[in-house]
């Protein structure tokens, strides 16, 4: 079946630094790619998504790139800021089902 | 674009009454609404699929007679929690589905957080 695995947190960083999360992902056919951002006591916000190979989710400076050779998505930021500070899912979905599979989640703190 | 309320955001209720949660699909029309329940420092739990006009489909596990849920129009899903239990206690989402063709895209909202006391 569909899984992802993604980077075990939690992820704590300097403002302005390098931020990688990694994503790697099991799945039958051309599944859809996500990256959910939650912030405390918030649902889930949709931070950017890839449908098919190759391509690149960008927003709010966060970028991820579909790589099918290698089943991975890993979400990067070159600078992050303390308000980045949440916990990131990600997610795929595919296979003739709407259903999203999520990874467990990376907690990012990001200190001033 | 692609706005998803939930409401109450908050309820405190005693043990043995019903709760019902709301899930609006405010800027878009949601054939399928998905119901989460998440418990703190985890990952999303998918509790049921919901599909307007017919039954939801549960998950494994998830009893279809305590968590009953209601699809009514293509903008609201209503999930009650029947006879609650301090073990149902929890953070509940929901999504609703957007896009067709293998490019849905779910767009969750705000969450509602239930203490069942």
């Known amino acids: 079946g569909n899984s992802v695995t993604q980077m075990e947190g939690p992820v704590t960083l300097s403002e302005e630094a390098f931020l990688t999360i990694n994503c790697t992902y099991t799945?039958?056919?051309?599944?859809?790619l996500f990256w959910y951002v939650q912030y405390p006591g918030e649902g889930l916000q949709l931070l950017l998504k890839?449908?098919?190979?190759?391509d690149k989710g960008s927003n709010k400076g966060f970028e991820a790139t579909y790589r099918k050779e290698t089943t991975s998505f890993h979400l990067e930021k070159g600078s992050v800021q303390v308000s980045d500070s949440a916990v990131y899912f990600c997610?795929?979905?595919?296979?003739?089902?709407?259903?999203?599979?999520f990874g467990k989640g990376t907690k990012l703190t990001v200190n001033p | 674009g692609a706005v998803v309320s939930q409401h109450p955001s908050r309820v405190i209720c005693k043990s043995g009454t019903s709760v019902k949660i709301e899930c609006r699909s405010l800027?878009?029309?949601?054939?399928?609404m998905f119901w989460y329940r998440q418990f703190p420092k985890q990952s999303l739990m998918l509790m049921a699929t919901?599909?307007?006009?017919?039954?939801?489909?549960?998950e494994q596990g998830v009893e279809k007679d305590k968590f009953l849920i209601n699809h009514a129009s293509l903008t609201l899903s209503t999930l009650t929690v029947t006879s609650a239990h301090p073990e149902d206690s929890s953070f509940y989402i929901c999504?609703?589905?957007?896009?067709?063709?293998?490019?849905?895209?779910?767009?969750f909202g705000p969450g509602t957080r239930l203490l069942v006391l």
């Open positions: 890839a449908t098919k190979a190759d």
């Open positions: 919901s599909n307007e006009g017919s039954k939801a489909t549960y």
């Open positions: 999504s609703a589905s957007q896009g067709a063709g293998g490019q849905e895209t779910q767009y």
């Open positions: 800027d878009f029309q949601a054939t399928t």
């Open positions: 997610a795929l979905s595919g296979g003739g089902s709407e259903k999203l599979v």
């Open positions: 799945a039958t056919g051309y599944p859809s």
